[in-house]
């Protein structure tokens, strides 16, 4: 069975960290573009992160940036987030691309979510 899998959400205070994980079964993410997507409660999905196959060239969207760090390694994607804000609170999708844009009209495929809330 193909699937993506997402792990290592969770609740945190502002100022905290977590690191999202990102892994395949069924296939391998090592040649895939990989994103990081959220929706927060009453938006639509939106782009957060994304990564190379190679991991030379990576992307964030403005409200994330110098906070948040995606890395991988081999069949596995990282979101490192760091000083989380309340609105942060979202439920995180990690997803293959077709091409490296945050855009939903390029995913290839979707994990299952993982809750993220950031919350005092």
């Known amino acids: 069975q193909v699937r993506i899998v997402e792990s290592g959400g969770g609740s945190v205070q502002p100022g905290g960290s977590l690191r999202l994980s990102c892994a395949a079964s069924?296939?391998?993410?090592?040649?895939?573009?990989v994103g990081w997507f959220r929706r927060a409660p009453g938006t639509e999905r939106a782009g957060v992160s994304y990564?190379?196959?190679?991991?030379?060239s990576v992307g964030y969207t403005d409200s994330v940036k110098g906070r948040f760090t995606i890395s991988r390694d081999k069949n596995t994607v990282y979101l490192q987030m760091n000083d989380l804000k309340p609105e942060d609170t979202a439920v995180y999708y990690c997803a293959t691309l077709s091409i490296p844009i945050l855009a939903p009209s390029a995913v290839t495929g979707w994990g299952q979510g993982t809750q993220v809330t950031v919350s005092s």
């Open positions: 069924g296939f391998t993410l090592e040649q895939s573009t």
């Open positions: 990564i190379s196959p190679s991991g030379n």
